[in-house]
């Protein structure tokens, strides 16, 4: 996977994005960026799936088994794992912030199966080949990675 693209805005705290940003905002740490990016190069070929949680910005990295039958191309988290980890964020009053996944052959865009799938009411991180990048899906509406 290639560096961060442009979606990334880089800040030394929570005081917005440059430019005159009013959209919506992840704020994530560097190093958890980087725990889950060293994840995702783990799982490569396949594609890798996680959750991020926290607070006000990301606090966990927690990294999910891909079960899809077709893993080169597609995610499924493990429901069970899936099930565990967000009672566990709830025992410790933390929220699920994202759903990062990646795209090892591809673009940091929403496939069209991303979109048809999209469930959850909160973004969606995909790395790919060329940076990371995150959205509310269904809409495709682009969500601003400030990293802290």
């Not at 929570?14 to 959209?23: D, E, T």
């Not at 890798?48 to 995610?75: C, D, F, K, Q």
């Amino acid at each position: 996977m290639a560096p961060p693209s442009v979606p990334i805005v880089y800040a030394g705290g929570r005081g917005g994005c440059p430019g005159g940003y009013h959209g919506l905002v992840l704020y994530v740490p560097r190093g958890l960026l980087e725990e889950t990016r060293a994840h995702l190069l783990r799982e490569a070929p396949k594609e890798g799936v996680g959750l991020w949680a926290g607070r006000r910005e990301v606090e966990r990295v927690i990294p999910l088994p891909n079960v899809h039958p077709s893993p080169l191309t597609a995610y499924l988290a493990d429901p069970l794992a899936l099930l565990k980890a967000l009672k566990a964020l709830e025992r410790e009053g933390l929220s699920l912030l994202a759903i990062y996944h990646s795209h090892p052959k591809g673009p940091a865009l929403p496939s069209p199966r991303d979109i048809k799938e999209a469930r959850w009411r909160v973004p969606y991180v995909i790395f790919g080949t060329d940076g990371v990048r995150a959205f509310l899906l269904p809409e495709g509406q682009e969500v601003a990675l400030v990293v802290l």
